[in-house]
């Protein structure tokens, strides 16, 4: 979608940095709207990601000027520019919205007793990483059976864990 809107301001002010970042500005004030729907934005710390996402824009600047460089400013390099800057800034932009790095870390242990039920369990989960939530150096690491697990993850999901 930002390809039209490059292709304009190219056309108007060349190929130059100048460009390029004006381009990427305006592209950062608009498509952000845009990815907010596709990335399915919360509404907290709207103000911090608005601002690191315009930041993120200033960054395809590098990817977008050196292949307007190579292929000029016509369709075909700015087509170029932004698949190569789509398949880089993804990962980043999904980050931004949703804080989504790396998936949770689970533990998995054989025959536990149930730190909740006290039950024998063949299987034990304890949750060790996520996103605000680390348990990895703990001394007395507390593993659940299957049901109790669960339970203990919509608990954590109802204090705001991403798990």
Do not use: H
């Amino acid at each position: 979608m930002s390809t039209p809107l490059l292709a304009f301001v190219f056309f108007f002010l060349g190929d130059s940095i100048i460009a390029v970042v004006t381009a990427n500005l305006i592209g950062g004030l608009v498509f952000f709207w845009v990815d907010r729907i596709i990335l399915e934005e919360k509404q907290d710390k709207l103000v911090k990601k608005y601002l690191m996402y315009l930041g993120r824009w200033q960054l395809t600047s590098i990817t977008l000027y050196s292949v307007i460089q190579l292929f000029g400013p016509g369709l075909i390099g700015v087509l170029l520019a932004n698949l190569i800057g789509g398949l880089i800034f993804f990962w980043v932009d999904r980050w931004i919205f949703t804080g989504k790095t790396l998936p949770p870390l689970w533990e998995v242990s054989e025959d536990i007793v149930c730190v909740d039920c006290k039950k024998k369990s063949v299987r034990g989960y304890r949750l060790v990483l996520a996103l605000n939530y680390n348990r990895r150096k703990e001394k007395s690491p507390e593993f659940r059976c299957e049901s109790c697990s669960i339970k203990k993850t919509k608990e954590l999901r109802k204090r705001g864990l991403q798990v």
